[in-house]
T-cell receptor, first 112, second 110 residues
Framework: EADIYQTPRYLVIGTGKKITLECSQT?????MYWYQQDPGMELHLIHY???????EKGDLSSESTVSRIRTEHFPLTLESARPSHTSQYLC???????????FGNGTRLTVT | EDQVTQSPEALRLQEGESSSLNCSYT??????LFWYRQDPGKGPEFLFT???AGEEKEKERLKATLTKKESFLHITAPKPEDSATYLC???????????FGPGTRLSVLP
């Protein structure tokens, strides 16, 4: 019974294509995050938002962009996909303060 | 710089064989330490938050403890359904974001 939804679950695209990974949450959380996770590796923060019209880049250098026009929606866009972008992308949200993250089930992206 | 390490990298147990997973951290003032469980092909699922040294939390066969430098996730009489990757993360007092460890892959054999 996920309260945070990511689509698509799997995506295979060719190099140079523009893609948008969708993330929506129904919990009314102000904070939302995008993480990248490779097998057996740490989650790396690529973007985050503390509310509408607020977005920041994370620790991992990324060629992606995000927007936060509505509280519940936090899409991530790759303008020109490359094979190095092949990874799992996880979206998360949390309440303010020291509340835990709630994660979606991720989008596994393969760029050929 | 805030940092989290986890050991062992992988652990295989027989059903019923209790053990512990370690999460060591360095952080500029701890706001919270979080344990998550991640199944293959899914996002991490929240288990526990610990806020201060000496604190303990329990849920079914899992018990998390915290000291000033590390946290342990104790698994008592594990079952095959406890097989997963267990992730540890910290949030610094003066920051908003989370730093994750690489996880421990636990396999419990019947």
């Amino acid at each position: 019974e996920a309260d945070i939804y990511q689509t698509p679950r799997y995506l295979v695209i060719g190099t140079g294509k523009k893609i948008t990974l969708e993330c929506s949450q129904t919990m009314g959380h102000d904070k939302m995050y995008w993480y990248q996770q490779d097998p057996g590796m740490e989650l790396h923060l690529i973007h985050y938002s503390y509310g509408v019209n607020s977005t920041e880049k994370g620790d991992l250098s990324s060629e992606s962009t995000v927007s936060r026009i509505r509280t519940e929606h936090f899409p991530l866009t790759l303008e020109s996909a490359r094979p190095s972008h092949t990874s799992q992308y996880l979206c998360a949200s949390s309440e303010m303060g020291n509340s835990p993250l709630h994660f979606g089930n991720g989008t596994r992206l393969t760029v050929t | 710089e805030d940092q989290v390490t986890q050991s062992p990298e992988a652990l295989r147990l027989q059903e019923g064989e209790s053990s512990s997973l370690n999460c060591s951290y360095t952080v500029s003032g701890l706001r919270g330490l979080f344990w998550y469980r991640q199944d293959p092909g899914k996002g991490p699922e929240f288990l526990f938050t610990l806020y201060s040294a000496g604190e303990e939390k329990e849920k079914e066969r899992l018990k998390a403890t915290l000291t000033k430098k590390e946290s342990f996730l104790h698994i008592t009489a594990p079952k095959p359904e406890d097989s997963a990757t267990y992730l540890c993360a910290v949030q610094a007092r003066y920051g908003q974001n989370f730093v994750f460890g690489p996880g421990t892959r636990l396999s419990v054999l019947p």
